[in-house]
């Protein structure tokens, strides 16, 4: 018979690098460097409503991990240590293997140490990821930060996370996207060196329209941002469905890129950021004082209706 604390053991201990006591204790006992702040954040993934029962375990793993590590990113932080609560229907060793695998390999890239969690008994899957991320003194990347004048930045490309999703038959035909919906690469990179160069962040979960309304809320300030602009992926260009690309592009969740506001002074410090990481950053619009408000332009510089952005309790 296998117990619960032989699944721990055999699944998700491993040594810390970086904590004083990691997995077998009554606590994990952690030593934050002096000086800096930590940055604190929980996502939680329930099957039914955030994968399937036959999704597979390995990219479960890293999702769970990634989209954690995203909101530490969005805030300037540098991933360190993380808890993982898991609800399990049954002791399958195969499936919590894969999912181990899926998960450390994201959390070694970075460093990251396992260090605590808990596991029980639950009639479906559900897996709950605490991420701790340690950023300097007074650097950290508010939601509130954004000043009129602010040029808006966006990292990678947007929708295929939400494409993948709606139309699981066009994923199979562009893997690339179905690589975005299932294993999602947190800008790790990025948010630690927006640090002093960007003046607010927020990581793209929910859809990009939505997720800037809550630096406008927060910043109270408005938007300007122009559709065509905002860098979508590759596959769209074939699909030629321009309601089911607006619709993805806007308000289409789970592409975890960042979006940040940074003063025009800094366009120069970020075009070599891009090309010093590989990664895109491309301007897509204006931070302007008044109403927290978004305004979006098409082509002919109309303003242009979007949906809003998933919510899990709206009627
Ligand atoms: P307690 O009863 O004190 O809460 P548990 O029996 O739940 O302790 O867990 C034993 C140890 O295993 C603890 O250090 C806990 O943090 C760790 N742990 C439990 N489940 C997991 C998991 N899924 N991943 C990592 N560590 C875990
Ligand atoms: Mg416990």
Redesign the pocket.
Same mark, same amino acid.
């Given at each position: 018979m296998t117990s619960? %604390?032989d699944l &721990?053991r055999r699944h %998700?201990e491993r040594a810390p690098k970086h904590a004083l006591v990691g997995? /077998? #204790? #009554?606590c !994990?006992l952690l030593r934050p460097d002096a000086g800096l702040e930590l940055a604190v954040t929980t996502d939680m993934l329930v099957e039914g409503r955030h994968f399937s029962a036959g999704a597979e375990p390995r990219a479960l793993g890293h999702k769970a991990l990634a989209v954690n590590l995203s909101d530490l990113a969005a805030m300037g932080a540098a991933p360190r240590w993380v808890l $993982? !609560? &898991?609800g399990i229907p049954s002791a399958d060793e195969k499936w919590l293997k894969a999912f181990a695998a899926g998960f450390f390999a994201l959390a070694s890239r970075y460093g990251v140490d $396992?260090v /605590?969690? #808990?596991?029980t008994r639950s009639p479906k899957r559900t897996i709950t990821v605490t991420a701790m991320g340690e950023v300097p003194s007074s650097v950290a990347l508010y939601r509130a930060g954004a000043r009129p004048g602010d040029d808006i930045w966006v990292s990678g490309e947007l929708g295929g996370a939400a494409l993948a999703l709606q139309r699981p038959k066009i994923a199979a035909q562009f893997p690339e996207i179905a690589k975005r919906l299932h294993q999602p690469e947190p800008r790790v990179e990025l948010g630690e060196r927006l640090r002093g160069t960007a003046n607010a962040a927020i990581d793209v979960s929910d859809g990009i329209a939505g997720d800037i309304g809550h630096i406008l809320e927060r910043s109270r300030v408005g938007a300007v941002i122009e559709y065509a602009r905002i860098p979508r992926s590759p596959a769209f260009r074939k699909l030629k469905k321009p309601d089911l690309e607006r619709d993805c592009v806007l308000s289409g969740g789970d592409d975890y890129e960042l979006v940040f506001t940074a003063a025009t002074a800094r366009r120069a410090d970020l075009e070599a950021l891009s090309r010093e990481l590989g990664l895109a950053l491309t301007r897509i619009g204006t931070i302007r004082s008044g109403e927290p408000k978004l305004t979006l332009l098409d082509a002919k510089g109309q303003a242009m209706k979007f949906k809003p952005a998933f919510d899990h309790f709206r009627k």
């Open positions: 619960e %604390f &721990i %998700f997995v /077998g #204790d #009554d !994990a $993982l !609560a &898991i $396992l /605590g969690g #808990d596991t």
